[in-house]
Every structure is written in structure tokens, then in C-alpha cells.
């Protein structure tokens, strides 16, 4: 049974009632904004990035860059105004060649291949190759209610692969869904994992002349870890005070500016990138394969850019900044796929997806509808009014709606709460008058169309006196 739905005009301050057989609802006030206008479509279009010949795919929410001759990469995403990647000045609108005695960092989004040194011919010795640096094919496959693109690297005959990769977003939300493709050039079978390796600024105000001091990413611990402390310190200092897994099993990393990498065996799915000065978040989405194997055993590598820590030859510790001189703030958040197995002309598949949000001044996780900045809290006082309160940053334009269980699970009844978009946080501050004694309480994203993108949060209804 299903209460019914206020008219959707009613989108920021709702009174009225709602009735379900023996339920009775009057929202009392609750506080957020209402969505945008509809959308219109999205757009492919080739455009000059700070003297690159860009594509530029873009909707009401979001606006991409790719520079396909550059390695493929996906340069920048904008949303809300936010530019989101590290874009390095000193490359900005130049291209260099493969060079095997350089690399070229022209910042932010490509794809490498896992495992990295140079033991073998079965690890990547990285640096500027035609992985990293040759020019990508650019096609477009679809503009409209939907837009999509396809990259396809060259071959590269030291590692026997080719790379290319499809970029999608709709016309509907700010979800950018990517697939990655490696596919094996040649006559014999060939092992390596994919790597998405996304470089954020970390600079304040995006600047790169200071440090954001209110910079995190976040995801889940393993619970069964096969790590020392949850995660393995790669480079780095083993003690570093900026890396914690805090008491709601959450890995968190505060950005310093120092060369550290942390490997991470998590097994949940989602990272999450946070920036605390302008309360924009970025969450990574991919599908962990419980039974296959990882490289080195991680599915998620964080890096924090800065000054590396060495001994020289007198046995001193020393700080280097590299050939850049001043490293540049960014924190690589990088994803990768299990290793694959691929015979002459096999591929396989990575599949990940990004949704850009909203965020506050705390992190709480993030699902498949958003992210928890202030928890729900549901409590239902003696005379059957149910107060709700939190904050969220939502990944789809729609409205909230409240699922009701009674104790034994039963579903008491759904209603709506409040019109949501992308680009503003939700807070929630109301109350609900009602004659029944619901014991949970799930809140449910469902977009315009009327899908339900998933719950942001389910708690348990508690009992307090009236005040």
C-alpha cells in the first residue's frame, strides 16, 4: 500500500496530510531545494582546453574534457563549477612525444597496466611509452539523450596490449560511466590488471600555489585484510599521522604534502574523494571479484604527492622533490582490475563509474544514492510525531521518500519528503505526525521517471519523550 504523493510544486516547504488506511501523516516543515529545470540533452563538441584540441561532452550537470592526443586522457571534469582533476601548468597545452628516459605528467585521468618495475617482461617499467603518451583514436558513438565516446590507444609491442576505453554520461544525471578494454596484440597469452589512475587537485582553491589543508579520501577497510593494520604502506613512512582506519571501518587518508603510496584491499567497491574547503566530493564506483586475483592483492592504491623521503649515500635522510622541483598538490586515487588472463586476441573489461556530489563538513560514506555527511536520525516521541535529521549529497535529481517498517518488517507505508538535486546538499530538519509506531526507517532516492536509486541511509526508529 502506498500513500499518495504530494503535487512535486510543493518543493521546499510541505504541510498537508497523507493517509494510509490507519496512518496519518502532516509534514511539519522540512528544508532543501527543489531540482532544475528538465534537462535538454547532452553535447559532444570539440573545444580549445588551455591549448589542447579537446572534445568536450557535457549536460546541465557536468562538462568533460578529453584530449585524445594526449594518451587518451580525461583531462578535467567541471560540476557545479567545481573543476575536480590536477591539470599540470607545466605540460598545459603541449605535447611530447614517447620519450622511454622521461615521463610526462600532464595530469588528469589515464589508464596504466599493473604490475609495475622492471623485474621482467611481466611488469611495466612505466614512464613515457605509447601507453602514456601515444595518441589515442577518437570516435564518437552517440550525442543526445545519452552521449558516448570511444578512445583506442595504439598497440604497444613491449607489453603486448592495446588499451581503449568507451566514456558515457546521460542527459539526466551528473553519473559519468566509463569501460576500459585491454586487448592482447599478440600470438601468445599475456597477464596483466588495468589501472585507473586519477590525479585530484590538492591545491588550495585549485591554485597550486598552497596546500588544501581540508583534503580526504576515504574507503571501506577489509574486514579480512590481508594487510598489516588494513592497508600496506607501499612507499612512505610506515607511521604517518594523516592515516587512519577510524571505528566505522572507514580507511581515511588527510592529504600531506609528502610522497607516500597506501595499498588497500577493499573489497566494498567505492572510494570517495572529499574536499573539505568548497564541500565538493567525488565517489569512484567498480565492482570488486571477491575470487580473482588482484595485483599485489590491492583493488584501490591512494597517492599523496609531495617531497620524497631518501637516504643519500652518507647514510642521511634526505627530502627530493623530483624533476619538477616543487612537487605539485595532487592525490592519485587509483582503481584496479583483477588481473586478466588473455590469449591472442582476448580482451577483458573494467567497468567503473564516478558521481560528483555535494559534501559538508563530515564523512560518513557514501551508497548507490549519495553520500552521508550528518547521519539520519529517526525519533519517534510519545504523542507519534517523528522527528528525521541529517545531511546528504545526493548523485541523481529526484525527491526523497521515506520507507516505513514496522517491527516485524512489514511496510508500514512510503512518503515523500523533499524535491533533491546534485548541486546542493540536503538537510533534513522535520517532523512527521502520524498514528502508527513505524520501528525503521530507509530513505530512498527515486528520480523524476520514477526509478528508485537505492536507499542513502536505513536506521532504526528510537523512542523519546516529548519535548
Given amino acids: 500500500m502506498l500513500l499518495q504523493f504530494l503535487p512535486m510544486r510543493l518543493t521546499r516547504l510541505l504541510t498537508g496530510a497523507f493517509v494510509l488506511s490507519h496512518i496519518t501523516l502532516k509534514l511539519i516543515h522540512a528544508q532543501a531545494s527543489g ?62 612525444p614517447p620519450a622511454p628516459d622521461k615521463w610526462f ?13 622492471n623485474n621482467d617482461e611481466q611488469h611495466w617499467a612505466g614512464a613515457s611509452d605509447v601507453l602514456d603518451d601515444g595518441p589515442y583514436a577518437f570516435r564518437k558513438i552517440s550525442e543526445g539523450p545519452e552521449c558516448e565516446v570511444e578512445l583506442t590507444g595504439p598497440a604497444d609491442a613491449q607489453t603486448g596490449i592495446q588499451f581503449s576505453r568507451t ?14 578494454t585491454m586487448k592482447n596484440v599478440t600470438g601468445h597469452s599475456i597477464e596483466w590488471s588495468m589501472q585507473s589512475v586519477t590525479q585530484y587537485d590538492a591545491s588550495d582553491s585549485g591554485s597550486q600555489q598552497t596546500i588544501n589543508h581540508k583534503f580526504w579520501t576515504f574507503t571501506p577497510a577489509n574486514l579480512s585484510s590481508s594487510y598489516l593494520n588494513r592497508y600496506h604502506v607501499r612507499f612512505g613512512p610506515a607511521e604517518n599521522s594523516t592515516v587512519s582506519v577510524r571505528d566505522d571501518g572507514l580507511f581515511a587518508l588527510h592529504y600531506a604534502h609528502m610522497a607516500a603510496e597506501l595499498w588497500l584491499d577493499s573489497a566494498a567497491g567505492w572510494l570517495a574523494v572529499v574536499d573539505g574547503s568548497t564541500d565538493f566530493a567525488m565517489v569512484e564506483r567498480f565492482r570488486y571479484e571477491e575470487h580473482k586475483p588482484y ?139 502520524l498514528n502508527a509506531k513505524p520501528a525503521r526507517l530507509s530513505l530512498h532516492l527515486e528520480t523524476s521517471n520514477g526509478v528508485d536509486r537505492g536507499s542513502l541511509q536505513e536506521v532504526r526508529v528510537s523512542t523519546v519523550e516529548n519535548r
Fill in 167 to 180: 566514456i558515457r554520461i546521460d542527459s539526466d544525471s551528473a553519473r559519468i560511466q566509463f569501460r576500459a
Fill in 35 to 96: 531540482a532544475p529545470n528538465a534537462a535538454t540533452g547532452c553535447r559532444i563538441e570539440a573545444v580549445n582546453y588551455k591549448g589542447w584540441s579537446a572534445q568536450q561532452m557535457s549536460n546541465r550537470w557536468v562538462q568533460l574534457i578529453i584530449v585524445p592526443q594526449n594518451g587518451g586522457r580525461f583531462m578535467q571534469v567541471t560540476f557545479a563549477g567545481h573543476a575536480f582533476l590536477f591539470v599540470n601548468p607545466k605540460y598545459a597545452g603541449k605535447y611530447m
Fill in 295 to 433: 595485483p599485489g592483492k590491492a583493488s584501490v592504491i591512494f597517492w599523496t604527492n609531495g617531497p620524497e623521503l631518501h637516504l643519500n649515500s652518507e647514510a642521511e635522510a634526505v627530502l627530493s622533490g623530483g624533476e619538477e622541483g616543487q612537487p605539485p598538490y595532487y592525490l592519485e586515487a587509483e582503481i584496479n582490475s583483477p588481473l586478466c588472463r588473455l590469449g591472442p586476441g582476448e580482451t577483458c573489461d573494467m567497468q567503473t563509474e564516478w558521481f560528483p556530489a555535494r559534501a559538508g563538513d563530515e564523512f560518513h560514506g557514501a551508497t548507490e544514492a549519495g553520500i552521508l555527511i550528518h547521519p539520519l536520525r529517526a525519533n519517534l516521541t510519545q504523542d507519534h510525531r517523528l522527528k528525521l535529521s541529517g545531511s546528504f549529497g545526493v548523485f541523481y535529481a529526484g525527491r526523497l521518500i521515506a520507507h516505513l517498517y514496522d517491527e516485524h518488517g512489514t511496510l508500514l507505508g512510503t512518503i515523500p519528503i523533499i524535491n533533491v538535486n546534485p548541486t546542493e546538499t540536503v538537510s533534513l530538519g522535520m517532523e512527521l505526525s
Fill in 105 to 117: 605528467n600532464y595530469g588528469g585521468d589515464k589508464l596504466w597496466p599493473l604490475p609495475e618495475g
